[in-house]
């Protein structure tokens, strides 16, 4: 079922349905999710100096329950070992963006603690809701405005037929640009929007009050939409840019008009976006759900459930709809509206959980009944039902799917805290609903709800229908790696709502490249050290150990702190702080105590590297994590290496320096020595032949014999007796070979006084922009000092050319005076009265001191 090669692609199909629901489904489809690799191989880890199994101590790990508000309470899972756990998927109708990222990133980092920290057995199901009004909508508008391009229309019909939408746009979303008698159009549209909203464009509310959020935002969803059709019309585009106000108005004339019995126009649209989520999780190392569902997979076991709502008296029919009965739940005893008790009335909430498409369902006994079964309108798809052609209502969707994969209750269900009201109070109560027995009192469907904290921008919750978003594909070409945005959500309580700051990205950078630091460092000590990088330590510690002191007793501290904060409903925030603090205090011992206590900075290292495996923060690792760092960003699986290939450039490298320090023809015996017995093939080859596929490793004697013999022309380079001309050609090849053959490679070398080079691998493109900056500071300074010298000469030629004037002549041309003395110095000012003494006093100095440079002009100059 699994591939072994690299990301693994897992195979899931529907298997048969519970014994409650119909099993008769006329079309199974294989869902292929190529998420990253679960590694459901568990292990006892020795975090802690206990020696229980880690379920036996699932009674001491709380968690936020929404279900249970307030304090983390008791993660208790009704089979020893092993958790149920369903996720809310994603509706697939567009791309996703980052605050799908925060959901389903965070919800896999939890997964991993349990899995493989805490040793459970997690089986995982997520669902794809592939039939909804977003989709239904989107598809069928996509069908009409390409059936509308088809028609043949003039340039004036089509511009008639925009100018029309975009009144219409108007009216229905921004009805105070359409207030008044003259008819909106592109010419009077900028003036009436910032007349009737430029408070809103300006940073403030609609109300005037408070912070902007969701409505401001939506508000200027809007204006963008009308700004681009309005460009349009002036344009003269016809429909290019005018889209998203043409859409709505297309759907509102011809949506009656689609044949929808051929399901693949939605199909089409949702395969496509499923696709698109998977490769977003892949790239975000998200681990593959242990089974998908989908809606369209689902129908006839959907249809068999509200029937056996209807049959147990919680849902009635009406008009060939079906909705859930709330009073008669609650009459049975039940609770409704378990997770947000306050938005039980809330008729915002519940129209948007209902639908755009169901705002004309009729027949509701009471405004808060929901829809389980919905009758289908002209322009929707539709399956048979006992209730006449209709369609899921969106709730019951995942009610089916879970009991389906993972009975009547489970130990998890999870989803963004969004859809806590209605979605998930919905499905809690049409599941406990099916599953009620009289008598019994209530049904308990789900023992734990986890609800992730949404992400936010600007106030507003990033989401599609605000298009406030930027996309998870985009923000990983532009703005993250996939470690770096799994690092900004570690850094957050995975409840809590995270907003998007220059300080929280700069707090994640700064995270990332201190652990990156330490890790080649660590390893480059190693190196130097010529200690095994590969071995697996004990990473428990004896207590006389710890007793000693020092950091053996901080990564103990670190270690307790770590398991107490995921015991703590997962909390991440504290435990990435636990390990920034332990990693900093290794640095310091790595720096003042040097290879004597490297033993306890690499327990440090390979502890640190199982917990930021365990986040999921190495795409290329896999448990139990007992490797040393982790590989830099889109560092090739050691599987897929071919060893030839991959030092190919290193021995390259190796092979020109040493054809170049020949054609120096230098005589000291050390240079001869290393150019005849440095053999980095014959240990390349003994690597591959013992199965070693680490890169960094395969390339190392390439890189050592490049580095000694550098290190030798460094210590060569400082005889006196050097030609001038042989230790220019010397540094210079030593510099190229540190700042561009190696770094070109990923390689750093640290010269080191009376020692070897360090060797550190760091990515290429780190090390090239760093050489880049550099390069550019130093090109800065050679031109700042260039510009000080050209004033400094400047300043020096306008010096002189004032010393050329005579003390004599220094006022003479001066229109303030008409008189001056025998000395040069004025007498009477222009208008005839005679100089005040205050300012011949000032004259007199003036005179003195060109006096003084005027005689140094001469000496320096001569007489003219």
């Known amino acids: 079922m699994r591939s072994l090669t690299g990301l693994r692609t897992f195979f899931f199909h529907s298997f048969s349905p519970i014994s409650l629901r119909s099993s008769n489904i006329s079309t199974r489809r294989t869902a292929v999710v190529a998420f990253a690799n679960p590694a459901r191989t568990h292990s006892s880890l020795s975090f802690t100096p206990t020696t229980r199994r880690p379920f036996d101590m699932a009674s001491s790990i709380t968690v936020y329950n929404s279900l249970k508000p307030g304090q983390p309470v008791p993660l208790i899972p009704k089979e020893e070992g092993k958790i149920s756990w369903y996720a809310c998927g994603p509706t697939t109708y567009d791309l996703s963006h980052l605050g799908h990222a925060r959901n389903y990133v965070s919800t896999d980092i939890l997964r991993r603690i349990l899995m493989h920290y805490f040793g459970f057995d997690v089986n995982f199901v997520m669902n794809y809701t592939d039939v909804d009004d977003k989709i239904i909508i989107k598809a069928r508008r996509a069908r009409l405005l390409d059936l509308e391009r088809e028609k043949p229309y003039s340039s004036g019909e089509k511009r008639e037929l925009v100018s029309k939408a975009f009144q219409a746009y108007a009216s229905s979303n921004l009805p105070l640009l359409v207030s008044g008698d003259a008819t909106l159009d592109e010419n009077n549209y900028q003036e009436r929007k910032e007349a009737a909203y430029g408070r809103v464009l300006a940073g403030g509310t609609l109300s005037g009050e408070g912070k902007p ?30 889209e998203e106000i043409l859409l709505p108005y297309l759907d509102s004339l011809y949506k009656e008009t689609i044949d929808t019995s051929d399901h693949t126009m939605f199909t089409d649209l949702t395969s496509r976006m499923e696709k698109a989520f998977n490769d977003d999780m892949v790239a975000l190392n998200v681990l593959a759900p242990d089974a998908v569902t989908r809606v369209t ?222 890790f080649t460092n660590i390893k480059a000590r190693l190196s130097e050290a010529e200690a095994p990088t590969d071995r697996v330590k004990d990473l428990s510690l004896s207590g006389t150990d710890a007793a000693k002191g020092g950091l053996i007793a901080e990564l103990e501290k670190a270690k307790q702190d770590v398991d107490a904060a995921f015991r703590n409903s997962f909390d991440t925030f504290t435990a990435m702080q636990v ?12 720096s003042e105590k040097g290879t004597s206590n490297l033993p306890a900075v690499e327990a440090v290292a390979r502890w640190v590297t199982k917990i930021v495996g365990i986040f999921g923060l190495d795409a290329s690792a896999a448990p139990p994590y007992e490797g040393l760092g982790w590989a830099s960003a889109g560092a090739t699986a050691a599987a897929d290496v071919d060893p030839q290939t991959a030092v190919k450039p290193f021995a390259a490298v190796f092979s020109a320096v040493k054809g170049e320090v020949q054609g120096l023809d230098l005589s000291e015996a050390s240079v001869q020595t290393l150019l005849e017995q440095q053999t980095p093939d014959t240990e390349f080859a003994e690597l591959e032949k013992s199965g070693e596929r680490d890169v960094e490793k395969l390339a190392l004697p390439y890189i050592r014999a490049t580095s000694r013999l550098r290190d030798e022309l460094r210590v060569i380079v400082s005889s006196p007796t050097l030609e001038p001309k042989k230790k220019q050609a010397i540094l210079a090849l030593s510099d190229r070979i540190r700042d561009y053959d190696l770094t070109d490679l990923g390689v750093q070398l640290d010269d080191q006084t009376d020692k070897p080079s360090l060797v550190k691998f760091v990515p290429a493109s780190r090390l090239i922009a760093a050489r880049e900056e550099k390069s550019a500071l130093l090109a800065e300074k050679a031109k700042q000092k260039e510009e000080a010298r050209k004033a400094r000469e400047k300043a020096e030629e306008e010096k002189w050319a004032k010393a050329k004037t005579s003390p004599q002549d220094l006022f003479k041309g001066d229109a303030k005076y008409q008189e001056w003395d025998a000395q040069g110095l004025p007498t009477k000012l222009a208008d005839g009265n005679a100089v005040p003494k205050s300012q011949l006093k000032k004259l007199t100095k003036e005179w003195e001191k060109q006096k003084k440079v005027h005689e140094e002009y001469l000496t320096k100059f001569g007489a003219a």
């Open 579 to 590: 390990i920034l603090r332990l990693v900093r205090d290794a640095n310091i011992t790595m």
């Open 297 to 518: 997979e689902y129908v006839p076991q959907i249809v068999t459930f509200v029937e056996q709502i209807v049959a147990k008296g919680f849902g009635y029919e009406s008009n060939g709809s079906v909705y859930f009965d709330i009073a008669a739940f609650e009459k049975a005893g039940n609770t409704y509206a378990r997770l947000r008790p306050e938005s039980k009335n809330d008729k915002a909430l519940q129209e948007e959980g209902e639908g755009s498409l169901s705002k004309s369902l009729e027949g509701k006994k009471r405004s808060g009944d929901f829809a389980l079964w919905k009758k289908s309108k002209s322009g929707e798809p539709a399956w048979p039902s006992p209730w006449g052609q209709g369609r899921p209502g969106w709730h019951i969707e995942c009610s089916v799917m879970a009991s389906d994969k993972l009975g009547s209750q489970m130990d998890i269900h999870s989803g963004g805290i969004d859809l806590a009201f209605p979605h998930h109070d919905n499905e809690l109560a049409q599941s406990e609903a099916y599953f009620h027995e009289c008598g019994k009192g209530e049904h308990t469907w789900v023992n734990n709800f986890l609800h992730m904290g949404h992400l936010s921008i600007a106030g507003s919750k990033m989401s599609k229908s605000l298009k406030n978003f930027q996309t998870i594909q985009d923000a990983l070409a532009t703005t993250y790696t996939a470690r770096n945005m799994r690092i900004v959500f570690l850094m957050s309580r995975w409840n809590d709502g995270v907003e998007i700051s220059p300080d929280m990205r700069k707090q994640a950078d700064n995270w990332e490249i201190t652990l990156d630091n330490f």
């Open 213 to 242: 959020s969701d409505p401001e935002a939506k508000l200027k969803m809007y204006l963008n939409n009308m700004d681009s059709a309005a460009q349009a019309l002036k344009s003269g585009t016809a429909f290019d840019g005018a």
